[in-house]
């Protein structure tokens, strides 16, 4: 069960509760106050019982676990009530109907609420059957005694249940809706999750071991040093894919102290301490130490300041050096540290990051991210609110269609004697359904009326004229006047939009018009009790109705943000689990190449001042820039991937010539890894120039090396890749392949 329809139920029955308190008690004490009664006293001990029991009823069955119990009993009462009608109603042809009548019948139609169809349909038979045998003790073969009140009774039952019916059918549709949005909004959410968690974890790879290793492999590290362990170490936490809990909060300032603190710069500081959510906290963290980082290596500068600055809604930091400074705009796009390690960490953060620099005038980072962020409230409450009003719209439509063709046309047939004229009856049967039509026609196409519908009100009015103006004076009001009360129906599928008081306004309105062509009249079929409870009786199930739309309308938004609330449970739950197994799945690929380095520099096992530590220092970081390449998206990936290895080997001292010539296909990663791999190997130990060059065809790409460095090896063909290796002198020509097969 969805959260609309769960939503649906508990206030449904308790807004039918509401709505039988006030309709019985508003009835049956107007009788009491109002009209006769064969035993008065007993009458009153009765209405007044039914309604405290109607209260408490109320009160237990909203909070009762079981409540069939509480119904049988509910039963059992009111069985007793229509049963004792000879000491409490009085037989008057003029009355409208009783009270008791009322009672039983608002009872019934609120009943869909609480019990199934089937124990409906017994509680229907059984209290009809009783009140058709206590008319028949009060007033035996009297006016009382009617089977069209019967009939009529039973209608209204299988009416309410239909509304009911439609209604949650409404709330299981717009479900099944929110249902089917949520599984994409969380599908998209893993997927955006894994991408950007994925991109994180590359950024701080980039931060720490990649910095760490080509550290190592450019000879900065001349020994074993107690500051490279400890940093090893904590590459070693990156690495194995630890996260900060996303919920956490943590103090900004503490965490960039902290960075501040592994670095050889003197940092002035100036700002306040602000807590953010630790997710964010850690994304500053990492954006600063890449900032202070470059400043070690490029600005030419053992100064920095650092400034944290916040506004209502958005924090700021600033990383300034007075260094020599740079052009940001000739930056290659594959340069990872300013694109993708500052600049895109804080678009994932909601903020945005921009580097102001120019050549003489250091450097400028700022980065901001605001302190709070929107949550997409999506269109559930206009999806579950559309769905709601449009079953009830259905089964309002419904209810009329059976009410003008099962009530109203055999009264018109009937009643011919109580009219002036008949034509007048027909146009206004006939525009009424046509009213109803055109309704169930624009909603079956989702079409709204717009202002049409002003124009369909007034048409209802003026069919409403014509049908009490045709009528009698002395059949006004009664059954033969079948258009006082009904025509309201149409005025309900009209204004279900509109605000209660707009609506009942209008409704109200009808029911005056009609009045005053009796007052006109002055002669009507009823007593003035007789109007009261006739009217009251389907007035207020039609005002019922605009209270179900404004209570449907309130309920599409409570729906809408429980289903939220779930499904961002759900998605939160999805986005966990996806990240555990992906961080899995690449420490694992780290395992074997990256980590036994990191844990050899952490435990002092490896010695950076080594040739061979650091050549494979010096492979690792070529291979992990690599992977960072892999993950922009770009024309050419192969060529970009190939640029970021050119670059880490340009970082080790070593000049390297690039060329490319022909087109290529687009690779997938493990093929361009393969091509790739021989270059990283042989820029690595390369001594002196290197030349790099790339040829292609639609069918064949070939990457190939040249450059004084160590052996290699040719290899058999791996993944359509075929690796080929010649020396020439101290000179090694290596040339890797792939062909299509």
């Known amino acids: ?55 408490w009823y109320a009160y237990i069955l909203a909070r009762a676990a079981r409540r069939y119990w509480w119904v049988a009993a509910d039963v059992a009462i009111l069985s007793g009530v229509v049963l004792t009608q000879f000491w409490t109603v009085t037989s008057d042809p003029r009355a409208g109907g009783t009270w008791v009548l009322i009672a039983m019948a608002i009872t019934l139609i609120t009943y869909p609420w609480l019990v199934s169809g089937l124990v409906l349909a017994v509680i229907t038979v059984l209290l009809v059957g009783l009140h058709y045998a206590g008319t028949w003790l009060a007033d035996p073969g009297g006016w009382l005694v009617s089977e069209a009140v019967v009939v009529w009774t039973v209608v209204e039952v299988v009416l309410s249940w239909a ?315 009664g059954p033969a006047h079948w258009s006082e009360g009904d025509a309201g129906w149409q005025v309900v599928l009209l204004m279900m939009d509109s605000r209660v008081v707009v609506f009942a306004s209008v409704l109200v309105a009808q029911y005056l018009m009609t009045f005053g062509v009796a007052v006109v009249a002055g002669q009507a079929a009823l007593s003035v009790v007789g109007v009261v409870n006739a009217t009251w009786a389907v007035l207020t199930y039609q005002l019922a109705i605009a209270m179900i739309a404004a209570v449907l309308r309130g309920l599409a938004v409570r729906s809408a943000k429980v289903a939220r609330d779930e499904e961002q449970l759900r998605t939160a739950e999805a986005v966990a689990r996806q990240l555990h197994e992906d961080r899995k799945q690449r420490y694992a690929g780290l395992a074997e190449t990256t980590v036994p380095l990191l844990q050899g520099l952490a435990s002092g096992e490896l010695d950076p001042a080594e040739e061979s530590v650091r050549r494979s220092c010096a492979v690792e970081a070529a291979r992990m820039r690599r992977l960072f390449a892999e993950g922009s998206t770009v024309s050419d990936p192969l060529l970009h991937e190939l640029r970021a290895c050119i670059e880490t080997a340009e970082r080790l001292g070593v000049p390297v010539s690039f060329a490319e010539r022909g087109t290529r296909p687009t690779l997938p990663a493990q093929i361009r890894r393969r091509l790739t791999e021989p270059t990283i190997a042989a820029l690595a130990t390369a001594r002196g120039k290197a030349r790099v060059t790339v040829t292609g065809t639609d069918e064949t790409v070939t990457v190939s090396v040249l450059a004084a460095c160590e052996p290699y090896t040719s290899t058999s063909d791996t993944d359509g890749v075929s690796i080929s290796a010649m020396q020439s002198g101290d000179r090694w020509w290596i040339q890797a392949t792939w062909q299509l097969t």
């Not at 409230?377 to 579950?384: F, N, V």
């Open 1 to 55: 069960m969805g959260s609309a329809e769960r939503e649906l139920l508990p206030r449904g029955m308790r807004y039918a509760l509401g709505l039988r308190l006030v309709l019985v008690g508003t009835s049956s004490l107007w009788s009491l106050l109002f009209g006769s009664a064969p035993n008065q006293a007993i009458t009153t001990a009765v209405v007044l019982g039914l309604n405290v029991w109607n209260l």
């Open 163 to 477: 509304l009911y019916r439609f209604v949650r059918r409404s709330a299981r549709a717009a479900d099944r809706v929110v249902e089917r949005e949520e599984s994409l909004r969380r599908e998209a959410a893993v997927s955006a999750a894994r991408r950007a968690d994925e991109r994180e974890y590359l950024a701080a790879l980039h931060d720490t071991a990649s910095a760490t290793l080509l550290m190592v492999g450019a000879g900065v590290v001349q020994g074993r040093e107690s500051w490279l362990a400890e940093q090893a170490a904590r590459d070693l936490r990156e690495v194995s894919g630890s996260q900060v809990e996303p919920t956490a909060e943590t103090g900004l300032l503490e965490l960039l102290r902290d960075v501040a603190a592994h670095t050889t710069l003197q940092i002035s500081w100036s700002g306040t301490d602000v807590r953010l959510p630790a997710v964010d906290a850690v994304l500053f963290s990492r954006g600063v130490r890449e900032a202070l980082t470059n400043v070690v290596r490029h600005a030419d500068t053992d100064r920095a300041e650092i400034h944290v600055l916040k506004d209502d809604n958005t924090v700021t930091v600033e990383i300034s050096d007075h260094g020599k400074g740079f052009s940001p705009d000739q930056v290659p796009d594959h340069r990872y540290g300013v694109t993708r390690s500052l600049v895109e960490r804080t678009k994932r953060a909601g903020g945005n990051a921009e580097i102001i620099s120019s050549p003489g005038s250091g450097t400028t980072v700022r980065m901001t991210c605001p302190l709070r962020r929107e949550e997409p409230s999506g269109d559930d409450a206009r999806l579950i609110g559309t769905s709601f009003q449009r079953g009830l719209r259905w089964g309002v439509i419904v209810m009329s269609t059976a009410i003008l063709l099962g009530l109203d046309l055999p009264r018109l047939l009937s009643s011919q004697d109580a009219y002036h004229a008949m034509w007048p009856q027909y146009v206004t049967w006939l525009g009424l359904l046509a009213v109803t039509v055109v309704v169930a026609v624009a909603t079956w196409r989702d079409k709204p009326l717009g202002r049409s519908r002003w124009v369909l009100l007034a048409f209802v009015f003026a069919l409403s004229i014509l049908g009490a103006v045709s009528v009698k004076p002395e059949y006004l009001l």
